[in-house]
C-alpha cells in the first residue's frame, strides 16, 4: 500500500538519486497550476523535472537557489499539499514552505499584505488522517519568529492563526463570519495540511499568504481595482522573496549550528 513506500521506493518510483534529496519544500497552492510552476521555475538553477512512470506527480522539480537544493510543487487544496509533503517527508526533507493566497478575515488586512500563519485550523479534513486528535497544528515556532529579522518588504505581515477550508466555493457569509468570530485571520486551502503531514514527519514549517481580498471588509471598496491588482502583485513577490529568504537563511544556520 502507498502508505507503506519507503525512501528507496520513491527514490525508485521518482528516478532520484540521495543527492537529489532536497533540503526545503516550496509549495504553491495555486490553481494555476502549471503558470505557477513555470514563473517558479525560472528562479533556480540546475533543475530536475520530478515525476513518475504512472504520471501520479506534474508540475514539481528539483532545483537550486542560492546554494541550497529545494523542491518546488504546485499544488491545490488538501489532497495534492498532502501528497507532495508526504513524499518528501518520507525522502527526508526537514523543511516546507507553504505559500499562495488567502482571503483576509480580519478588517485590518488588505488585499497585498502577507500573513504568516502561526496555527492552522484542520477544517479540511485531510489533516486528521495524520495528526487525527488534532483541530489546530502549529507552524514552527522558531521559523515564526525568524521573520521579523528576515522580512523588509513593501507590504505589511501579520503573524496570526488561520482556517483552512476543502471547499471555497462553499464559503458563504454565515461561515466567513463564524471562522473570524473564531479568532481567525485569514483563509486559505492548503496550510493546514501541509502543517500536519509535517508534523507527522518531523518536518519544520512555515506559511506564508498573500491577501487576495476580504471579504468582510467589502474587499476595501475605499480601494480601486487597479490599487488591489498593485498591492496583490506586490504582496505576492515580497511573498516569495521571503519564502526563498527563509529557506536559504536556515541552510546558513543549519551549517553554522
Given amino acids: 500500500m502507498l502508505k507503506e513506500l519507503t525512501k528507496l521506493n520513491w527514490l525508485s518510483l521518482l528516478g532520484l538519486s540521495e543527492s537529489n534529496i532536497p ?13 505557477n510552476y513555470d514563473k517558479h521555475r525560472a528562479l ?15 508540475d514539481v522539480f528539483i532545483g537550486s537557489i542560492g546554494g541550497v537544493l529545494v523542491g518546488y510543487a504546485s ?16 525522502l527526508g526533507t526537514s523543511l516546507v514552505v507553504q505559500t499562495g493566497c488567502c482571503g483576509a478575515l480580519a478588517a485590518h488586512i488588505l488585499p ?25 497544528v502549529e507552524a514552527s515556532p522558531d521559523l515564526i519568529a525568524s521573520l521579523d529579522d528576515i ?32 479568532g481567525y485571520a ?11 503531514v509535517a508534523e507527522y514527519f518531523g518536518m519544520r514549517r512555515l506559511s506564508l499568504l498573500f491577501a487576495f481580498d476580504n471579504p468582510r471588509a467589502g474587499e476595501h471598496i ?17 511573498m516569495i522573496d521571503l519564502a526563498m529568504s527563509v529557506i536559504t537563511a536556515q541552510h546558513r544556520q543549519d551549517r553554522i549550528g
Fill in 23 to 35: 533540503e526545503a519544500l516550496f509549495l504553491r497552492g495555486t490553481r494555476n497550476l502549471k503558470t
Fill in 112 to 136: 497585498g499584505d502577507i500573513v504568516s500563519a502561526v496555527s492552522a485550523h484542520c477544517g479540511e479534513g485531510a489533516a486528521r488522517c495524520y495528526l487525527p486528535d488534532k483541530d489546530e
Fill in 222 to 238: 475605499l480601494l480601486t481595482d487597479a490599487a488591489k491588482a498593485e498591492r496583490r502583485a506586490s504582496g505576492e513577490q515580497a
Fill in 75 to 90: 499544488v491545490y487544496g488538501a489532497a495534492m499539499a498532502s501528497e507532495i509533503t508526504h513524499v518528501f517527508g518520507v
Fill in 151 to 182: 522580512f523588509g518588504g513593501c507590504v505589511t505581515l501579520h503573524k496570526a492563526p488561520i482556517w483552512t477550508t476543502s471547499a471555497l466555493l462553499a464559503e458563504g457569509r454565515a461561515e466567513i463570519q463564524g471562522w473570524s468570530d473564531a
Fill in 186 to 196: 485569514a483563509v486559505d486551502m492548503e496550510s493546514a495540511t501541509t502543517f500536519a
Fill in 44 to 58: 533556480f538553477s540546475d533543475v530536475i523535472e520530478v515525476g513518475s512512470p504512472n504520471g501520479i506527480f506534474e
